[in-house]
């Protein structure tokens, strides 16, 4: 069963109050108040939302690596009574995703016996460790288990994303023999023993939810029961309920940088880059943003390359603006990105880390959103942040990404991986910018949340029902 997006401009009546919701304990890897990823802002609006709409509603986070030095219970209370944090008290094992904290079953199998939520709805299981499965049904085999896949971990031991571990290459399938040769410290039987007992412990969710058609596939090549999986946006995040995202008006530093500047050389839009000779008649200035983690996989190399090619054509009139950083990546690749920037030319603005609550007036000064991930992603929360904006999107055309983002409708495809693809896109948009202002009146509204909401309490339903 799939829960497609709704029709533009159908409203979709949020739960009755009278109705009795069903409780639920939300859990992430993580938590919101710690760090802000795509599954711990899908999870904290989950949460938020059902208790806003009424129902019994709990939140079960983790402290991040380096707390194994755990002092004290391993679960707390540091942010409200609903709202707790376990600690893991050793290093978790995520080869195989087991959770080797010896207090841990104890404490998840009281929590479940005291509290009785009709769901456990799980946005990740890493630091809990799968087994934890088996714990929930054990303490109370009434409660339904929901699973929302947000990567390819239980298939990839490369962090989930399905790439070849040294070249960065697409992976198209797992096998034994494949994975081994991308791990050669594991051998063919040790991933053959990794499957089953990930696959062992998934047994005992009742539902698994995918943000993406293909997500689910990939899944079920692996081997999840299709019956088992629905596909589902996630929660969006607080920005995607504006007033109106198409006409929102951009703020003054926005509108000052989009005045006509004197432009470079025309660009064919034969997809080509252009010729560098004849200047052309001032035109308005395009501003690109960036919004995310600068690491390898979400493709920031791509980007400067393509702002390079750009500089070097001659094309004045795109500007790309990049907020993030890599303070959570490798020394020796921060040095590469810093190195990168410095060298990227005055088409290329770095505006450093930025807060979350601040991502909807940073999009208003931008005239789209670019997302280079060289990597299949599923459902993107930037995507969702720049359709909620109003804003199209220029993406690399393979999975989640190219799924979300209509080819000329909500963005613009552009090759994965090929810096001269997504310069070659940028061009000929510096050339005939009036395409971008096309693409914006026919960019997808996302899920509003009262949707979204209805759509995870149908879910929620359809696991009741076992």
């Keep these: 069963m799939t829960h497609d997006r709704p029709p533009r401009g159908r409203t979709i009546t949020p739960p009755k109050q009278s109705v009795r919701l069903p409780s639920v304990l939300v859990m992430t890897h993580s938590h919101p108040k710690l760090t802000r990823g795509g599954a711990e802002i899908s999870a904290d609006a989950l949460f ?5 709409n009424g129902a019994s509603a709990w939140f079960l986070g983790c402290s991040g690596p380096g707390s194994e030095a755990r ?20 290093p978790f094992d995520h080869f195989k995703f087991a959770n080797p904290d010896a207090h841990f079953p104890r404490a998840i199998t009281e929590l479940i016996a005291e509290l009785k939520p009709d769901i456990v709805h799980a946005h990740h299981y890493t630091r809990f460790g799968v087994e934890m499965f088996s714990l929930i049904k054990r303490a109370n085999p009434a409660t339904r288990i929901v699973v929302s896949l947000h990567e390819y971990l239980a ?15 697409l992976c198209d399938r797992e096998t034994t023999m494949d994975c081994a040769r991308c791990f050669p410290e594991f051998g ?11 696959q062992m412990f998934l047994g005992d969710v009742d539902l698994f939810l995918a943000p993406s058609r293909f997500l ?30 198409k006409n929102a008006p951009r703020d003054r530093e926005a509108t000052d940088a989009s005045t006509s500047h004197p432009a470079g050389p025309a660009t064919r839009r034969s997809g080509k880059m252009p010729a560098t000779t004849a200047p052309a008649a001032p035109k308005r200035m395009l501003r690109f943003g960036f919004f995310g983690q600068l690491s390898p996989l979400k493709g920031i190399s791509v980007l400067i390359d393509a702002a390079r090619r750009l500089e070097a054509a001659g094309v004045t009139d795109a500007r790309i603006d990049i907020h993030g950083d890599s303070s959570n990546q490798p020394e020796e690749f921060q040095a590469d990105v810093k190195a990168a920037l410095a060298q990227a030319g005055p088409n290329v603005i770095y505006h450093g880390a930025y807060d979350n609550a601040e991502v909807r007036r940073l999009m ?10 060289i990597w299949w992603e599923n459902s993107p929360v930037v995507i969702q942040e720049a359709f909620s904006a109003g804003k199209p999107v220029i993406c690399s055309n393979i999975g989640g990404m190219a799924e979300k983002v209509r080819d000329g409708l909500d ?9 001269a693809s997504l310069a070659a896109v940028l061009a000929n948009l510096a050339e005939r910018p009036e395409q971008l202002d096309e693409i914006a009146r026919t960019v997808a509204r996302p899920l509003d949340r009262a949707a979204a909401l209805q759509a995870h309490l149908a879910a929620y339903a359809r696991a009741l029902e076992k």
């Excluded at 002092?71 to 050793?90: E, K, M």
């Excluded at 063919?188 to 990930?198: G, P, S, T, V």
């Excluded at 689910?216 to 995040?237: F, S, T």
């Design 48 to 52: 938020r939302n059902l208790r806003e």
């Design 71 to 90: 002092i004290g219970a391993p679960l707390t209370q540091p942010f409200g009574p609903d709202d707790y944090l376990y600690s893991p008290g050793v």
């Design 155 to 169: 298939i990839c031991h490369n962090n989930g994303q399905m790439v070849k571990r040294a070249s960065h290459r």
């Design 188 to 198: 063919a039987r040790d991933f053959f023993l990794r499957k089953r007992y990930i």
């Design 216 to 245: 689910a596939n990939r899944y079920i090549a692996w081997g999840l029961p299709a019956a088992k999986l629905m596909v589902i946006e996630n929660m969006p995040p607080d920005v995607a309920d504006p007033q109106d995202p």
């Design 364 to 373: 208003q000064r931008v005239d789209a959103v670019i997302v280079p991930s």
């Design 411 to 419: 963005g613009l495809h552009f090759e994965v991986g090929r810096p």
